[in-house]
């Protein structure tokens, strides 16, 4: 089955900073990537997703952008952080259709 | 507009009994049902899933049964054991006609299995 990498772990950032999550895939090729965001005593919401290198969907309008430079590379990308910024960012990734396996996350801290 | 709702925010059980999560859902498009379970500050890890075709799907101690009239699923677990208790999700996806396979989740539901 496919593994999903994802950096750092927990990130401490200033408002108005840069922000660039990577999340890497090992395990398949071509899969699709996503990313979603949990905030406190929510679900997940998915943020962006994408079906291949250079196609990004954007689920919400939002301060936030995504790339995926590479068939196993997506990008997490901010160029100001926003004090709503703040949450537990997942990536995912699906090859076998339905069922989406997850990274173990980066919880953002903007403050 | 929440499509995929999961109702009651926690649940208490005793160790070896059963433990009985909920999920109800809206939209008729969905095809597809997933459970994941989450440990704090980890990711989803996925747990069973079930097709419309189906009513029942079991695995080892975990059975998810699907009431399509009803638009409701549940996720059983027997019997429960401390290290079960977590938030567990609800999720689903339905045939779009595209290929991205989006899951709709649920706000979750933590479970406590008390030894």
């Known amino acids: 089955s496919q593994t999903i990498h994802q950096w750092p772990a927990t990130l401490v950032q200033p408002v108005g900073s840069p922000l660039s999550l990577e999340c890497t895939v090992e395990g398949t090729s071509n899969p699709n990537l996503y990313w979603y965001r949990q905030a406190a005593g929510r679900g997940l919401q998915l943020l962006f997703y994408s079906v291949g290198i250079g196609q990004i969907s954007s689920e919400v309008p939002q301060n936030l952008s995504a790339s995926r430079p590479q068939d196993r590379q997506f990008i997490l990308s901010s160029k100001k952080l926003l004090l709503s910024d703040s949450g537990f960012y997942l990536c995912?990734?699906?090859?076998?259709?339905?069922?989406?396996?997850f990274g173990a996350g980066t919880r953002l801290s903007v403050l | 507009d929440q499509q995929v709702k999961q109702n009651s925010p926690s649940l208490s059980v005793q160790e070896g009994r059963i433990s009985i999560l909920n999920c109800d859902y809206t939209n008729s498009m969905f095809d597809y049902f997933l459970w994941y379970k989450k440990y704090p500050a980890e990711g989803p890890t996925f747990l069973i899933s079930i097709s419309s075709i189906k009513d029942k799907n079991e695995d080892g101690r975990f059975t998810v049964f699907l009431n399509k009239s009803a638009k409701h699923l549940s996720l059983h677990i027997v019997p429960s054991q401390p290290g079960d208790s977590a938030v567990y999700f609800c999720a689903a996806t339905g045939d779009s006609g595209g290929s991205n396979y989006k899951l709709t989740f649920g706000k979750g539901t933590l479970l406590t299995v008390n030894p």
């Open positions: 995912a990734g699906s090859s076998a259709k339905n069922i989406q396996y």
